[in-house]
Each structure stands twice: as structure tokens, then as C-alpha cells.
């Protein structure tokens, strides 16, 4: 019998802290998919070789975290569209010979905004904090709303403007941000991680702004600096659910209803 159960999983080194195996666990139970998914940690000199022993094994496909999503985009031999944008694939899909290699994340940080946070980008004015892998993920979906402006700031200032011409937006230093005001700040930097906070103006959230940073779990500094300037504030837990739901769909052909797993890791 468990000949016929699909097998997935997710790489990355470490992820012993992975919530993907419980949110996807999830997903099979609620639609009725006989599949299992584990977390497996690759050696960092070591990502193609487990991915190959996983698909020798029975893999039907896996989600790829830090620090090998380049790898993956290397190993696919079939990209969408959005893997190509981003140059960084979280997502493989086993078809016979071929490794199709795709990026969810934009799309989950879309469908959080719009589907679970009443938040469309369309129209607006979008400041992305961060121009590494991260912001890179999220470039194109974000672009496809069609805000009114996109604009990526980092600290070092060529890497922004080198991803904001991927993309057709504007990019720049934080020298660059005084006397601007945005509708949508997004931090996609690795402040949160170390406690930091990406340098911005006070003034920078205009009226009725979100804050949105893609780490989830704590209240990181970019939150309560948002929060102490009167703009809404949202973690990245929804991201990580919908990204993951986009996945389920990429292998699956099937949308699993996302706001009660969200609701179930808040309320873990």
C-alpha cells in the first residue's frame, strides 16, 4: 500500500525549524491526497547528489529553503516563468526526465496580501526593503498587480538597481528615500533575523500604510517601528502558507484552503 503514497519533502540546511511538513500535512488531509512529506537537511557541498537520491527513491517533487533555491534553479531543466524572474527556484517538480523548477514565493506574498490581508498592490505605491533572494522572489508577481510605483532599496545600492531593471521598476540606496512616502513597505532583508532595523525615514509610511516583513513568529524591530508610526503591520506567517499552498498546487493540480492552516500555526 505504501507503494501508491506520493513522496515530497523540503531541503534546505538547516531545517530541523521547518513548518512546511506540518502545513503540508495539512493540505493532504484536508484534500484527500495520499502523499507524505519530510524535511531533509542537505550537506552544503552535497544538493544536487540528495536531490538525486530522493528522486532515485520515489520523490515526486520538494520545496528547496536556504541556502540552495540558485542550486535548484541550476538543476531545473524546465523554468516558469516567475523561476526565471527570480533566478532562484523553491520549488521542483519530478516529470519523467525532466525537473521542472518553479518560485511560489511571490505568489504567496500576493495571494496573503489580497486574499487574507484585504490588501491589493494594484495602484499603489510599493517600497521592497532588500535585494537579495528574498526580494527577488517576490519582483515579478508584485509587478503584475501593477502598482503604481515598485521601488527596491538596499544598502548597497547597485545590487537594487541591477534587480529593479529585471523587473522594469526604480531602485536606488536608503540615501534615496527621504521626502518619499509608500503605500506598501516590505522588508525582505535579513534585519529581522539579527534584530536589526533597515534605516528609513520616520515619515516613510504614507497614510493607511502596511507594513509587511516576510519573517514570521516574533515581533521583529521593522514591525514595532511601523506599528509606532501608525501603519498596519503583518509578519510573514500567510506568506509561508500560500507559497506553500501555490507548491501544492504546482505538484498537485489542487488549491487547498489556506486560513485554517494559517489559523492552526497562530494559534501553535
Not at 517600497?127 to 528574498?134: D, E, I, R, S, Y
Not at 531593471?165 to 509608500?182: I, N, T, V
Not at 525615514?201 to 497614510?207: E, L, S, V
Not at 514595532?224 to 507548491?247: H, I, P, S, W, Y
Amino acid at each position: 500500500m505504501n507503494a501508491m503514497i506520493d513522496r515530497y519533502a523540503v531541503f534546505g540546511h538547516p531545517i530541523a525549524h521547518s513548518k512546511s511538513p506540518r502545513i503540508h500535512a495539512e493540505f493532504a488531509r484536508q484534500t484527500g491526497q495520499a502523499l507524505t512529506y519530510e524535511a531533509i537537511e542537505a550537506p552544503l557541498d552535497g544538493f544536487p547528489y540528495a536531490i538525486s537520491a530522493f528522486r532515485a527513491a520515489g520523490g515526486c517533487g520538494c520545496n528547496v529553503t536556504v541556502p540552495f533555491k540558485e542550486q535548484a534553479y541550476q538543476l531545473a531543466s524546465l523554468r516558469t516563468d516567475r523561476a526565471d524572474a527570480a533566478g532562484a527556484v523553491n520549488t521542483l517538480r519530478f516529470d519523467g526526465p525532466d525537473i521542472l523548477g518553479d518560485n511560489t514565493d511571490g505568489a504567496g506574498l500576493v495571494n496573503d496580501l489580497v486574499g487574507n490581508l484585504d490588501f491589493d498592490p494594484a495602484g499603489l505605491r510599493i517600497l521592497l526593503l532588500g535585494a537579495g533572494g528574498a526580494a527577488r522572489g517576490v519582483g515579478l508577481p508584485l509587478m503584475e498587480r501593477k502598482p503604481a510605483e515598485l521601488f527596491i532599496a538596499n544598502r548597497t545600492a547597485y545590487k537594487a538597481r541591477e534587480l529593479s531593471s529585471r523587473f522594469d521598476c526604480y531602485g536606488g540606496g536608503y540615501d534615496a528615500l527621504p521626502g518619499r512616502q509608500f503605500d506598501l513597505v516590505i522588508n525582505a532583508t535579513a534585519a529581522s533575523l539579527a534584530g536589526d532595523l533597515p534605516p528609513m525615514p520616520d515619515d516613510i509610511f504614507a497614510r493607511g500604510a502596511l507594513a509587511y516583513d516576510m519573517m514570521y513568529g516574533r515581533d521583529t524591530p521593522f514591525l514595532t517601528f511601523a506599528r509606532e508610526r501608525g501603519a498596519k503591520v503583518a509578519d510573514g506567517l500567510g506568506m509561508l502558507v500560500e507559497q506553500a499552498a501555490e507548491a501544492f498546487f504546482v505538484w498537485r493540480g489542487i488549491r487547498p484552503e489556506t486560513a485554517p492552516v494559517i489559523k492552526l500555526l497562530r494559534e501553535a
